[in-house]
């Protein structure tokens, strides 16, 4: 293998995102997708057959955490790179995912080319994290007595329960089935949150509001 040139895994579970970042990587030219799952079990046996230098994986895959096929990982191969790309931003996730090995920690809610630059500053020896991330594990070295922000303005009954959905994972259409409204007033609700919790993605405003006391951590 060429100086520079990076064999890359990926374990993911929702197909259009795992379409979209095996064909990044198969277009660069300084690496090459050796291989991909879509669950836990398949995630497995791809962590024991080996033969790459970077894992890219999803925690919230259907049949199992994925933290625990970082930890597996990292406990093969220590000299591999491992980073997390999901929509979770909770903050023990992250603190359990970068315990268990993980050198990045990406969210979906960028775009997803980002992920092959993120691969070549983890191989050159950087630890890629979304900018949330690094602000919720430098909020986790602060004194434990310092004041939570209060909000300027409260989210309604409405927004609390839009936002508990999206933080688990639901698009907006099935937000709007899940309350009987149209995808439309879900769309408004998501607005009113970002404008009081002061973010500008569903990422931030989980974050924020978990980290508020709004949402249950």
């Known amino acids: 293998m060429r100086p520079?040139?990076?064999?890359?895994?990926?374990?993911?579970?929702?197909p259009p995102v795992l379409a979209d970042i095996c064909a990044a990587i198969e277009l660069a030219d300084d690496m090459e997708l050796v291989a991909s799952a879509t669950n836990f079990a398949t995630g497995k046996k791809l962590v024991a057959d080996g033969g790459f230098d970077v894992l890219v994986c999803d925690l919230g895959l259907p049949d199992g955490d994925g933290t625990n096929l970082i930890r597996m990982a990292s406990k093969r191969q220590n000299e591999i790179d491992i980073m997390?790309?999901?929509?979770?931003?909770?903050?023990?996730?992250?603190?359990?995912a970068?315990?268990?090995?993980?050198?990045?920690?990406?969210?979906?809610?960028?775009?997803?080319?980002?992920?092959?630059?993120?691969?070549?500053?983890?191989?050159?020896?950087?630890?890629?994290i979304s900018p949330i991330i690094a602000r919720l594990v430098l909020k986790q070295l602060q004194?434990?007595?310092?004041?939570?922000?209060?909000?300027?303005?409260?989210?309604?009954?409405?927004?609390?329960?839009?936002?508990?959905?999206?933080?688990?994972?639901?698009?907006?259409?099935?937000?709007?089935?899940?309350?009987?409204?149209?995808?439309?007033?879900?769309?408004?609700?998501?607005?009113?949150?970002?404008r009081k919790l002061e973010v500008n993605s569903r990422a931030e405003a989980v974050f924020e509001a978990s980290s508020r006391g709004i949402l249950g951590a």
């Open 143 to 194: 004194p434990a007595s310092a004041p939570v922000e209060q909000l300027t303005e409260a989210l309604s009954n409405r927004e609390l329960e839009t936002l508990n959905l999206l933080s688990r994972g639901f698009s907006y259409s099935e937000s709007a089935e899940i309350m009987d409204i149209s995808a439309h007033t879900v769309a408004t609700y998501v607005k009113h949150i970002y």
């Open 84 to 96: 997390v790309l999901t929509m979770f931003a909770d903050h023990q996730k992250v603190l359990n």
């Open 98 to 128: 970068i315990r268990a090995g993980a050198r990045g920690y990406l969210l979906k809610d960028q775009p997803l080319e980002n992920c092959v630059n993120a691969i070549r500053e983890i191989r050159a020896g950087g630890s890629p």
């Open 4 to 14: 520079g040139y990076s064999k890359v895994a990926v374990v993911e579970d929702d």
